[in-house]
């Protein structure tokens, strides 16, 4: 029995799977977001210098996503901290996916959390409201 054509068909005959991710779904003001923080990442530290980061970068790009969640949460504006968020968010799933880290990475033998770290991050940023809001 042959399977049901879920695919799109187009004039001349060509045909196309619909299996395909849809890039046209994301937001382009997402996407504008984050090419900024990229840009200016490439420019101070150059063309995808977080690609050459290590486990160790990569699970420090885990809390400082938090730091940039909890920033965003007090109502800080001096960055854009929903798009550093999403570029720490994009980084991760690029490293778990490129096998520099696993899901087992985020369970600590050394009884250490993912949380304890992100508190330690934020101290080592000043403390939780180091930054005033500016609206």
């Known amino acids: 029995m042959s ?3 879920n695919g799109q068909h187009f004039p001349g005959g060509a045909r196309r799977s619909d299996r395909k991710p849809r890039f046209d779904l994301i937001p382009f003001e997402f996407l504008e977001s984050v090419a900024e923080v990229l840009t ?3 420019a101070k530290y150059g ?4 690609k050459r980061g290590r486990k160790d970068f990569f699970l420090d ?3 400082h996503a938090f730091v940039h ?3 965003f949460k007090e109502g800080d504006t001096s960055e854009d901290h929903l798009a550093h968020l999403a570029c720490n968010v994009a980084f991760l799933i690029w490293a778990i996916k490129s096998g520099v ?3 087992e990475d985020f369970s600590h033998d050394d009884g250490e959390s993912v ?3 992100a508190r330690a991050v934020r101290l080592h940023f000043g403390g939780s409201s180091a930054r005033k809001p500016t609206r």
């Open 61 to 63: 790009a885990w809390n």
């Open 47 to 50: 063309p995808n210098n977080w």
């Open 101 to 103: 880290l696993s899901e």
């Open 115 to 117: 949380d304890t770290r």
């Open 69 to 71: 969640l909890q920033r």
């Open 40 to 42: 200016t990442g490439a």
């Open 3 to 5: 399977q049901p054509d």
